[in-house]
Structure formats: C-alpha cells, structure tokens
C-alpha cells in the first residue's frame, strides 16, 4: 500500500475513533440525565424503586456496571487514538499540525469522565434514597415531621 493511501486508511480509522468518542460520552451523558429527569419527576419510579432493596440494590449494580464500561471504552478510546496519531506521525505524508485537533486529549478524557461519572453517581444516589422519600410522602418515616412539633 502506498503511504497516500496507507495515510488517509489510518486517518479515516483516527477521525471516526474521534467522533464515536465524543458520541459516547454525549449520548452517555443524555442518557443518564434523562434517567435522574425520569427518577425525580416520575412518583411510578419512586414507587417502584422504593419497594425493596433487592430492587434498589440491583439497579445500582447495573448504573455501576454500566459507570465501569463507560469509563472502559473511553479509556481504551484515549489509547487508541494515542496509536492511531503514532501511525500518522510514523507515515510522514502529512505534517502533523494538520491532524492533531483529531487527537483524543487525556485532561478532555479526564474531564468528561468526570462529569459523566458524577452524574451516573447522582442517579445511584437518586436509587438509593427513594425508599426515605417513599417513607416521606406515606408519612411513615422515623423522623417527626415538623407539622406535629
């Protein structure tokens, strides 16, 4: 393969290991947003939610899980693009400047995934404290409510 066409082939691989990424970590985000959107404004999920710990519990180690392999695949996406941009350089039909805004940051990487890991602990959290508001809204809760002082 000539180094033209063996450069716009690693290339190509480069800009839509880019583009996944930055999809992943948005629809990621959106998804998790709309699940703690569902959980606040949703007493149905509360409900649900607040009937057992089996099920609060459960539903925790899937967000957890789900937490894990978001951070895997970014992780594994960071490294990635740090071989793909080894390639190209290696190449040398291009000069670098030129492909370098492709290239995945690790202070980005770091960022997003704080953000998106904050925000998959607020949904854990979210879980784990609807059986107090269940408790809260039925009145059965083992604080007195300010009402009855």
Same mark, same amino acid.
């Given at each position: ?8 082939? *690693? ?7 880019? @583009?996944?990424?930055? /999809?992943? $970590? ?7 947003? #709309?699940?703690? &959107? ?11 939610? &607040? /009937?057992?710990?089996?099920? /609060? ?18 992780? &594994?996406?960071?490294? *990635?693009? !740090?071989? @793909?941009? !080894?390639? #190209?350089?290696?190449?040398?039909? $291009? ?7 492709? @290239?995945?940051?690790? *202070?980005? $990487? ?8 904050? $925000?998959? &602990?607020?949904?854990? #959290? ?10 809260? /809204? ?12």
């Amino acid at each position: 393969m000539e180094s033209g066409e063996l450069f716009q082939f *690693v290339f190509s691989t480069y800009q839509d290991l880019n @583009k996944s990424y930055f /999809r992943n $970590v948005m629809s990621t985000l959106g998804f998790v947003l #709309l699940s703690i &959107g569902w959980i606040i404004t949703s007493d149905k999920s509360r409900v649900f939610l &607040g /009937r057992s710990n089996q099920i /609060r519990r459960s539903s925790i180690g899937v967000v957890a899980v789900i937490a894990l392999i978001h951070t895997v695949i970014c992780v &594994g996406a960071y490294f *990635v693009s !740090a071989e @793909k941009y !080894a390639q #190209l350089e290696e190449i040398k039909y $291009v000069d670098v400047k030129y492909f370098e805004i492709y @290239k995945l940051n690790a *202070v980005h $990487v770091a960022l997003n995934l704080v953000m998106n890991l904050s $925000v998959f &602990g607020l949904l854990m #959290l979210l879980i784990a404290r609807t059986k107090d508001t269940c408790a809260d /809204r039925t009145g059965s809760s083992s604080e007195p409510n300010a009402a009855s002082e």
